[in-house]
């Protein structure tokens, strides 16, 4: 079982940087896809970003995609979620998981069955 423990959030202006990371225990980090999701006040998980397991295919959601990169080092066992030129709309405490299939990955909250604790992100203007 991989434990996952992410940090990294935090307070930030508009138009600002932050990078998270996604730091996991246990061997078998490197054998599963890693996905970020977020969960803004009074909304749903929503997927943000997701890796395979090797680190390649990286694939975001729409809303991000050319702000965001997401990456990982299995070496360290830890994830990466490059935030930049953020917006308000990006406050939301931020989510890693690790997929329930090994060497899969998703979009989708159910594919995946390790999660963080999460890490606040706070955008203002």
């Known amino acids: 079982q991989v434990q996952l423990q992410e940090s990294g959030g935090g307070s930030v202006q508009a138009g600002g940087s932050l990078r998270l990371s996604c730091a996991a225990s246990?061997?078998?980090?490197?054998?599963?896809?890693l996905g970020w999701f977020r969960q803004a006040p009074g909304k749903e998980r929503e997927f943000v970003a997701a890796?395979?397991?090797?680190?390649?295919?990286?694939f975001y959601a729409d809303a991000v995609k050319g702000r965001f990169t997401i990456s990982r080092d299995n070496a360290k066992n830890t994830g990466y979620l490059q935030m930049n030129s953020l917006k308000l709309e990006d406050t939301a405490v931020y989510y890693c998981?690790?997929?329930?299939?090994?060497?899969?990955?998703?979009?989708?909250?159910?594919?995946?069955?390790?999660w963080g604790q999460g890490t606040r992100v706070t955008v203002s203007s």
């Open positions: 998981a690790t997929t329930r299939k090994l060497w899969s990955i998703g979009s989708s909250t159910g594919e995946y069955n390790n």
């Open positions: 246990g061997r078998s980090f490197s054998m599963y896809g």
């Open positions: 890796i395979t397991s090797g680190g390649s295919n990286p």
